[in-house]
Nanobody, 123 residues
Framework: EVQLVESGGGLVQAGGSLRLSCAAS????????IGWFRQAPGKEREGVSC????????YYADSVKGRFTISRDIARNTVYLQMNSLKPDDTAVYYC????????????????WGQGTQVTVSS
């Protein structure tokens, strides 16, 4: 059974950092592309970052480029999203998602989703 479990969200002041984790089970990261999405109240789900399965090359939305870093640990079957220089606009529920594909995508074409973790950035 494929499962994704996010953790690491919380409340942080503007300028602070958080590291989100996405623990995967039921598949291996070298076969599945992983995406991080976020959804704020009243807004559409936004693709934040993703990582290709074959070479772990990343994609970042312009809104987070230079502040967020996606990475993976094959041994732990976990994908991370390091978020630095957080802004109040980053406040949202963050989801990780998986699709059996070489290439990831910033649009929500993924087959499996986690339950989400809340990130709140205070000003």
């Amino acid at each position: 059974e494929v499962q994704l479990v996010e953790s690491g969200g919380g409340l942080v002041q503007a300028g602070g950092s958080l590291r989100l984790s996405c623990a995967a089970s039921g598949f291996t990261l070298d076969s599945y592309a992983i995406g991080w999405f976020r959804q704020a109240p009243g807004k559409e789900r936004e693709g934040v970052s993703c990582i290709h399965s074959r070479d772990a090359s990343p994609y970042y939305a312009d809104s987070v480029k230079g502040r967020f870093t996606i990475s993976r640990d094959i041994a732990r079957n976990t994908v991370y999203l390091q978020m630095n220089s957080l802004k109040p606009d980053d406040t949202a529920v963050y989801y990780c998602a998986a699709v059996k594909s070489t290439y990831c995508s910033p649009i929500p074409i993924y087959d499996y989703w986690g339950q989400g973790t809340q990130v709140t950035v205070s000003s």
